[in-house]
């Protein structure tokens, strides 16, 4: 195949030769060397690697002022601004507002109540678990799908939680974070077509990890101030290219706790219509006014439920990213092939110390509950103080308010002053939504904070923010 180098071809050099008086090792090695470079050079250009004009590559020698001259052109090259490369599928995303308004945060020295990480460290007992578990050496390659240790406490959990006994070794896949969960069970199980039908408002990742898998997401909004499933609506949107529904609950960002009613009817149409359910439990330890109703525990829904999870949430560990995936043996074989490729493993040693906190007592769970409530009680309490309109919050660490009260355009322009002007961080619930304009007028609060730090941002708001 010819070269489609638009330059003038390079010269092979002549062929190697020698004369028995000359020869010397050194000589020989000399020009070997030349003739393979030369001859990699012509390769590479025949595959497309490398193109240079034919004066740089065959000129004997090249003056230092050209030398310098060239290698500043190429500097001057490599300096010059690109357009930002990405694929398709994920042209419309743009930086995670979390990412944005955490950055916002640190230069404007703002209390930052926006992204749901704890700003207080987890219990000693698990943190102290995963330093000796470095210690005994446990620091390689974790078993694919999970340490064996974890994937049995994960198991004892579930069991306790909901009843259902599965085999930790065939129905439970260990991830790097609920998020890769999510990405590992929509890449294992969805085809590019397949319909998904999500609840919006919803965490962002669930639209790029549809997205890459070439979903048709179809969307039921949630409407405050209760947020309820609109059955209706909800059954219209089921065709025969329907795949899954993706269920948050607690949810994110609206607190909202789906009642057995609503799961009910939700699994009476996944069976009707064969349908598969996704749900994202991992604010299942901070259910406050109800407990908590996982719908694989509903009857016909274990068979068609991917359960997904994580340690973050319940136990104030977000950076340690240890997720999971509960599912029949059938699904659970896509959710595989997918983490296979996507991270194969999983941190060895927090593994062995996520192990020792799902055996934690009971009495952790309380305490973590109480603390959440006496948390949310100053957050709530202040920001009706400050003039929001707050809708009420049954599980998760978030709260969802209306901002209209103050006057800004949308929630977008509303939380750029609040960062700036008052110096507090709230999240815009409008990247939330297919349709931003569907959430233009809420913002989310986490009260997932220190008390002083809850009290602090209450009262900077109640200084500087007025309403018009």
């Not at 009817?265 to 406050?288: G, H, P, Q, R």
Request: glycine residues 6%.
């Amino acid at each position: 195949m010819q070269s489609q180098c638009p330059w003038t071809p390079c010269k092979m050099p002549m062929p190697l030769s020698f004369k028995p008086s000359t020869f010397s090792a050194f000589s020989f090695s000399k020009q070997l060397l030349l003739h393979r470079k030369s001859i990699a050079y012509i390769v590479s250009t025949r595959r497309g690697i490398a193109c240079y004009p034919s004066l740089m590559a065959s000129s004997p020698s090249v003056s230092t002022t050209q030398k310098d001259a060239f290698s500043t052109q190429n500097d001057s090259t490599r300096k010059t601004q690109q357009p930002l490369q990405v694929a398709k599928r994920l042209e419309k995303f743009k930086t995670t507002i979390f990412t944005q308004m955490s950055s916002l945060a640190i230069k404007h020295g703002a209390i930052n109540l926006g992204q749901g990480f704890p700003n207080f460290d987890g219990p000693e007992f698990v943190k102290e678990a995963a330093i000796q578990a470095i210690k005994d050496g446990k620091n390689q390659y974790a078993r694919g799908y999970g340490v064996p240790d974890l994937n049995s406490a994960i198991a004892e959990r579930f069991k306790k939680d909901t009843g259902l006994v599965v085999d930790p070794d065939k129905e439970i896949t260990v991830t790097s974070g609920c998020t890769e969960a999510i990405a590992a069970t929509m890449l294992g199980l969805i085809n590019p077509g397949d319909e998904v039908i999500v609840f919006a408002p919803f965490y962002d990742s669930y639209e790029a990890t549809l997205s890459m898998a070439g979903a048709k997401i179809k969307c039921i909004t949630l409407c405050p101030p209760t947020f309820s499933v609109p059955i209706d609506e909800l059954k219209s949107a089921i065709t025969k290219n329907t795949r899954a529904i993706l269920i948050n609950t607690p949810h994110n960002p609206t607190g909202k706790m789906f009642t057995r009613e609503e799961l009910g009817t939700i699994s009476s149409l996944c069976i009707e219509n064969d349908v598969l359910v996704f749900t994202d439990e991992v604010y299942d330890k901070l259910a406050f006014e109800t407990d908590h109703i996982s719908m694989a525990s509903l009857p016909g829904m274990y068979e068609r439920t991917v359960t997904l999870n994580s340690l973050g949430k319940t136990f104030s560990l977000t950076g340690w990213k240890i997720g999971w995936a509960i599912a029949p043996p059938h699904l659970t074989w896509g959710v595989r092939q997918a983490h296979s490729f996507l991270t194969f493993a999983t941190s060895t040693p927090m593994q062995w110390a996520a192990a020792a906190a799902l055996r934690a007592s009971e009495s952790y769970y309380v305490e973590l509950k109480r603390d959440y409530l006496a948390k949310k009680k100053i957050l709530v309490d202040g920001l009706k103080a400050v003039g929001f309109k707050v809708f009420p919050s049954s599980g998760t660490y978030f709260v969802v308010v209306d901002h209209t009260p103050f006057g800004l355009e949308n929630d977008i322009a509303f939380c750029e002053y609040l960062i700036k002007e008052v110096g507090v961080v709230a999240i815009p619930t409008s990247v939330f939504y297919l349709n931003p304009e569907d959430g233009k007028n809420l913002v989310r609060f986490t009260f997932c904070k220190d008390e002083e730090t809850l009290k602090a941002a209450v009262e900077r708001m109640k200084e500087k923010l007025k309403r018009k």
